[in-house]
């Protein structure tokens, strides 16, 4: 935001938080499922406000995590229709949607600037309207030819492939840096 005061930014995660999670999700999720076919599984539905900011304590442990993301979840389930806990991917990122959401609320001014995307979304425009047909990641590891695939498109986009090949930085995996 400092280095770039007047960039538009595009960022992965969800800004618009409901009160209430319907079925489907929000507006945004609804969306764009369907343009995604078989990648549609990679936007999940974000739940309530509330779920969001439950208070999970501080974690340090990992029976200590899953305990706050049942903590999470017992909130979720009151505030959806129907009544659904929170995914693990989706409660694995909240310390970060919480973070844009407290940053959108307390700088309202650059709402006009920071926008909610989605990479799957991202690749199939950039593909002519067409989803990746191979995942980026299998079980939770990185697929390899999904990558491959996702690479030569952004090549074909005037990427550079060594650019592409790099490690990512520090705390992003590599399907996050692409």
Not at 115 to 128: D, K, L, Q, T
Not at 147 to 172: H, N, S
């Amino acid at each position: 935001l400092h280095a770039l005061p007047d960039a538009t930014i595009a960022v992965d995660m969800p800004i618009g938080l409901p009160d209430f999670s319907s079925r489907g999700g929000r507006g945004p999720e609804a969306l764009v499922r369907p343009l995604l076919g078989a990648r549609q599984s990679s936007v999940f539905a974000i739940p309530s406000r509330a779920a969001l900011y439950a208070d999970t304590g501080n974690f340090t442990t990992v029976e200590a995590w899953y305990a706050a993301h049942r903590r999470a979840s017992e909130v979720a389930m009151t505030t959806s229709n129907p009544p659904r806990g929170v995914s693990i991917q989706a409660f694995g990122i909240f310390s970060k949607i919480r973070e844009i959401d407290q940053l959108l609320i307390a700088r309202p001014d650059l709402r006009g600037r920071i926008f909610e995307s989605h990479p799957e979304v991202a690749f199939c425009r950039m593909n002519g309207g067409t989803a990746m047909i191979l995942p980026k990641k299998i079980k939770g590891t990185i697929n390899p030819a999904g990558m491959e695939e996702r690479k030569a498109l952004l090549c074909r986009q005037g990427y550079d492939k060594t650019f592409l090949d790099q490690a990512p930085p520090k705390g992003a995996a590599s399907d996050d840096f692409l």
